[in-house]
């Protein structure tokens, strides 16, 4: 059982990681004059030589062994790593060049998208009111872009290609730091390769601004680990349902930048799309966690259920040896026979922590 420190701890650790995702479009400016797809190799690089001494500091290599061994996981580890650094790419791009408001947009809709990848992938049903957000997703999605003139492409390339990236890391089933280590493995050579070749050109950032900037390309790679470092930290302690309602803290925090701090436009037609997105995540969220309360609530009665069960046929036991005795065992066995306990449910039996 989780206790009461485990899960404070839990939800601290998400609000750190959720809350870094957040605030990680003030990180990427910084990185300037060096352009974005210099920036995404940087961050590869980085990040495979960071996750690589944490690995080696907690000896956990066992899971290369198994991956090696499994051409379908390699190839759904490629597939992530394709999805995600495009993902990584544009979210770059779109910050740098005053796209926070509508790169946020896309982490609002990416559950939308998720579910309809869901249907469309797995086979998997419905709700009502997952019908509903879904139908209202798609409405805000026609109002801006008849606002953009144009589809949101921005939104719904990051909300795609992470939604695409989070079924592939479902089928793979690894922990989040091996993943990483094994996408940015297959990221590290190209992205090698492209930062040697913008040095052979004479046009790499990197070296060629102080020591102050040539740290902070260094510091993508502990820009990318750290949160999710944190993030699994947090899974293992804490509920899904929790978890559910955390990860609408980046997209806020990404959108409170946008308009507060870049002051990038909010005109009415984009208030009125973003209005309806926040309407279906609202029907979204209410609805998950309806249903999650009729799951626990169903898992107890049964466990009653089953405890009672336990507890009758406890009874009859002790009924049918007592038969044998004479009459004055049989009195003495009934009378220190309490009936509320031989009803009494079961104790629960502890249940293991998964990770998502």
């Known amino acids: 059982?989780?206790?009461?420190?485990?899960?404070?701890?839990?939800?601290?650790?998400?609000?750190?990681?959720?809350?870094?995702?957040?605030?990680?479009?003030?990180?990427?400016?910084?990185?300037?004059?060096?352009?974005?797809?210099?920036?995404?190799?940087?961050?590869?690089?980085?990040?495979?030589?960071?996750?690589?001494?944490?690995?080696?500091?907690?000896?956990?290599?066992?899971?290369?062994?198994?991956?090696?061994?499994?051409?379908?996981?390699?190839?759904?580890?490629?597939v992530a790593a394709a999805v995600i650094t495009v993902n990584w790419g544009l979210y770059i791009w779109s910050v740098n060049t005053g796209h926070v408001v509508e790169a946020s947009l896309g982490y609002f809709i990416n559950p939308l998208v998720t579910i309809?990848?869901?249907?469309?992938?797995?086979?998997?049903?419905?709700?009502?009111?997952?019908?509903?957000?879904?139908?209202?997703?798609?409405?805000?999605?026609?109002?801006?872009?008849?606002?953009?003139?144009?589809?949101?492409?921005?939104?719904?390339?990051?909300?795609?290609?992470?939604?695409?990236?989070g079924l592939a890391k479902k089928k793979v089933n690894i922990g989040g730091l091996e993943s990483l280590a094994a996408e940015t493995a297959v990221q590290f050579l190209p992205a090698l390769g492209y930062l040697v070749w913008l040095g052979t050109q004479g046009t790499l950032a990197f070296g060629s601004h102080g020591a102050g900037h040539t740290a902070l390309l260094a510091a993508t790679g502990i820009v990318t680990a750290v949160p999710l470092v944190c993030f699994g930290a947090a899974a293992i302690r804490v509920p899904l349902s929790t978890l559910g309602l955390l990860q609408y803290l980046a997209p806020t925090f990404q959108f409170l930048l946008g308009v507060l701090y870049f002051h990038e436009e909010m005109p009415p037609e984009r208030w009125a799309g973003f209005s309806l997105v926040w309407l279906a995540l609202t029907i979204l969220?209410?609805?998950?966690?309806?249903?999650?309360?009729?799951?626990?609530?169903?898992?107890?009665a049964a466990k009653a259920t089953a405890g009672a069960a336990a507890g009758v046929e406890g009874a009859a036991g002790v009924e049918g040896a007592a038969g044998t005795e004479d009459a004055a065992g049989v009195e003495a066995t009934a009378g220190a026979t309490d009936p509320t306990q031989a009803l009494a449910p079961a104790p629960a039996a502890p249940t293991t922590r998964q990770a998502p």
Do not use: C
């Open 116 to 165: 309809a990848l869901g249907v469309l992938v797995l086979q998997e049903r419905l709700r009502p009111a997952q019908w509903a957000a879904v139908g209202i997703g798609f409405a805000a999605v026609l109002v801006l872009a008849i606002g953009y003139g144009q589809p949101p492409w921005i939104s719904l390339t990051l909300a795609f290609s992470f939604a695409v990236y």
């Open 285 to 300: 969220t209410w609805d998950a966690l309806r249903t999650a309360r009729r799951s626990r609530a169903a898992m107890e």
């Open 1 to 78: 059982m989780k206790t009461e420190n485990e899960e404070r701890a839990g939800l601290l650790y998400g609000i750190g990681a959720y809350g870094m995702w957040g605030l990680v479009p003030l990180f990427w400016p910084l990185l300037k004059p060096a352009g974005s797809v210099e920036i995404l190799a940087h961050r590869m690089v980085w990040s495979l030589l960071f996750v690589g001494v944490a690995l080696l500091a907690v000896r956990r290599w066992g899971w290369v062994r198994e991956l090696v061994r499994s051409p379908r996981k390699l190839g759904l580890i490629t």
